[in-house]
């Protein structure tokens, strides 16, 4: 598997990269990396580049770029996940690890009637998605919206082809496979997380309004962090 190095889309010009800061020290002081040296690199926005090494020094590695792929690894859907504000930290900082793992593109702390708020951690939480995009190869950076009540969400998602419930109080509701399975495959997709406590009936009901579809995970109740990371793993499927 490559190393990924990520550089902002700015120090990229014409045919060239130049990586300073962390990055530079990492690949000409513990990698060794030496000119001739093939690497990958992402910028966050969506292309990856293959590039040659041209100069390495322990501030500055300058690069060719020999190929360019656009959207490398990444799912064709758009997901978007909400998920209720979590009273362990922690747990939030895992969803954002794994959510850009499996390809999420945007995170919005939740805010419902039973959730807890909690001051976003922005600079911590983006620390955890640029690690996670490298790590797992992705070239797009997810984006970490500010908290959000759920009536904010609900109101603005008409823009998403599809948009997801995930809710553990009924047993007719659509198990979230059968949900994909009969609609030509969107191109973007909203899921909205529930707190511990779960969504009362009146979000429920007003999501349903805005045409959210309830879709279940199985008959266990599953922590929130779990919810999430399940539901949006089958929504991007086997991309
Ligand atoms: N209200 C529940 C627990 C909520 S679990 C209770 O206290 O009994 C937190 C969130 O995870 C829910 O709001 C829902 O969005 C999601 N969730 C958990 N288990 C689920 C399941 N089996 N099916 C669908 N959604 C689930």
């Known amino acids: 598997m490559n190393e990924y190095f990520y550089v902002p889309a700015e120090h990229i010009i014409d045919q060239h990269i130049v990586i300073d800061g962390e990055e530079a020290k990492h690949l000409a002081r513990v990698l060794r990396k030496q000119p001739g040296d093939l690497i990958w690199v992402v910028d966050g926005n969506g292309t990856a580049y293959e590039a040659v090494i041209r100069l390495a020094t322990l501030e500055m590695v300058e690069c060719e770029i020999l190929y360019e792929h656009v959207h490398h690894h990444e799912p064709d859907v758009d997901v978007t996940l909400a998920v209720a504000q979590l009273k362990n ?6 969803v954002i690890e794994k959510g850009t793992e499996l390809g ?71 198990f979230i496979s059968e949900a994909l399975k009969y609609r030509k495959p969107p191109r973007s997709v909203l899921i909205v997380i529930g707190p511990e406590g779960g969504f009362t009936n009146e979000e429920i009901l007003t999501a349903e309004k805005a045409e959210f579809i309830q879709v279940s995970l199985g008959r266990r109740r599953l922590r929130t962090e779990t919810a999430a990371i399940i539901a949006a793993s089958w929504v991007v499927g086997n991309e």
Not at 89 to 94: C, L, Y
């Open 89 to 94: 930290p922690s747990r939030m900082d895992w």
């Open 104 to 174: 999420v593109r945007t995170f919005i702390p939740l805010q419902t009637t039973r959730t807890i708020a909690k001051s976003p951690k922005e600079e911590r939480w983006n620390h955890i998605a640029l690690a996670a995009m490298k790590q797992s190869g992705r070239c797009i950076l997810p984006k970490i919206l500010p908290p959000m009540s759920l009536d904010i969400v609900v109101a603005n998602a008409q823009q998403y082809d599809m948009k997801l419930i995930p809710y553990e109080r009924t047993d007719h509701v659509l």
